[in-house]
């Protein structure tokens, strides 16, 4: 198999040199001093001819080399010496017992070594066979760590994108199943894929994300996330526009539903593209149980999700401008509880929300084995001695706990860092002018969703625009029965755009 030269004109394009030491010398001269470059001669006795083998060590199966390549090439060397050069090429595009490739490109041949291939060079000749040799040690599939299975596959990503690839192929044996790959990254060149599937997907969408990877100007990428912040089409935005998944089965479900997965070399977590809001309260799980429940557990992380935003600034409004919205038994209690805090509500309520943060933070940083349990303890303690030394009232701590607590009901870690962001504007809000500011902030947040686009399509769908048929599956799930086709509010709303 040989690389297109088509486009050789368009880039810088270096050809590969007919002097074999030629192309040792340049090769030396870019790796510079590296021990881990190894570089064989095999030499053809009567006319003299070189064939290098070349390859990094650490990143290439030596096994397959020594049996592959080394051995059948050296055998085919001592049998039949006085071969000609293009004798040569032919005999060993055949004895080579592993993938090949024929390139002409020094660019080419380098990118091929970074990669784990083995390069083989002849004397008199002006290109290359690129041998696939590469071995990437990678964790085996596990369960997913971040996003917890109920019910369902219980396989997740790892960070070879090759085996990544494959668990989706496994569940979508489609033909139209699609693989683009570029690299991203002037010094990590990290390979980065993009998968749809022909026919179900927006071309246009496909063309767009990866105009997008290709536009992308930066010298490293580590994770994810310097892919999903340098592509959406909001970048000063806090809502998150992409959902990242360490899970195969979510990836081949929203592949079906006309969206685009990117996956990225070197991390677990692929992206999911457009998408819109109501998607990041959706989980496999909903439609692996039955529909009655699944509506219920759906609707339930939509209310702790409001929860979350508005229990402790409602609380701040209420006790500090609304005296006279609050029943006057439950008014007396809570007046009962603050009579010997010293501090104004705003500053206790901020106090116990940071104070949880911190609980947050250092159960995730600390070693598995007891993280929780210092979240879970320390909660408990400083709660109460707060309470018992009179920094705060106890309304506050159950305020701040259930608000907390809600936060884990939602199913992506996006989501919930949202939602903790959110948290504390709309407290800070709610201090200034009571209930005004709460609804300002809300409504402030709303406009914001309806004006947001992921990729094109509406990020507020079905809601904002209203699409009926999108409703189907937002709040609720109905049953598979009642829907005429399934789809998401996206290829709805392309529709809707498209009539």
Known sequence: MEENNSNQGSDKFINIDEDLQVNLDQLKDEFGINSDLSIRIVNQHENQNKIAIIHLDGIVDEQKINNHILEPIIKICNRQPTLEPDEINTIMNNIILTRTLTIYSWDKLISSILSGDTIILIDKEKKAIVASTQRLESRSISEPTSQTVIRGPKDSFNEN?????????????????????????????????????????????????????????????????????????????????????????????????????????????????????????????????????????????????????????????????????????????????????????????????????????????????????????????????????GFVSAAVVIIVATSAISSFTLPNTSTMNLARILRFLFLISSAFIGLLGVLLMTLTFLLHLSSL??????????????????????????????????????????KSNDS
């Not at 899970?247 to 685009?260: F, H, M, Q, T």
């Not at 686009?453 to 009642?482: E, M, N, V």
């Open 161 to 389: 994108i090759s085996q990544n690839i494959s668990l989706v192929r496994f569940r979508i044996q489609n033909k139209n199943l699609r693989v683009i790959s570029t690299k991203v990254g002037s010094v990590t060149k990290t390979d980065v894929m993009i998968m749809y599937i022909e026919g179900i997907a927006d071309k246009a969408i496909v063309n767009e994300v990866y105009s997008r990877i290709k536009k992308i100007k930066i010298d490293r990428v580590l994770e994810s996330n310097y892919i999903e912040e340098l592509i959406q089409d909001n970048k000063k935005t806090i809502v998150p526009q992409l959902i990242n998944t360490e899970r195969p089965d979510v990836v081949a479900g929203n592949l079906s539903e006309r969206r685009i997965a990117i996956f990225i070399n070197g991390t677990p977590f692929v992206l999911i593209c457009p998408v819109n809001f109501i998607s990041f309260f959706q989980t496999p799980e909903d439609y692996y149980n039955n529909f009655y429940y699944s509506s219920l557990v759906r609707t339930l992380r939509v209310v702790t999700f409001i929860i979350n935003l508005y229990a402790s600034s409602l609380y701040l409004a209420l006790t500090t401008h609304h005296q006279g919205l609050i029943p006057t038994t439950l008014l007396v209690s809570l007046m009962a509880q603050r009579e010997k805090i010293p501090f104004p509500a705003v500053f206790e309520i901020l106090l116990m929300e940071i104070a949880f943060e911190i609980l947050r933070e250092a159960g995730i940083r600390m070693p598995r084995a007891i993280g929780p349990a210092v979240s879970i303890v320390g909660a408990l303690i400083l709660g109460q001695a707060a309470v018992d030394a």
């Open 453 to 494: 686009r992921s990729f094109g399509k509406p990020y507020f769908a079905p809601f904002a625009p209203l699409q009926i048929d999108g409703l189907k599956d937002s709040f609720i799930r109905t049953s598979y029965s009642s829907m005429e086709k399934e789809q998401d509010p996206i290829s709805s709303s392309q």
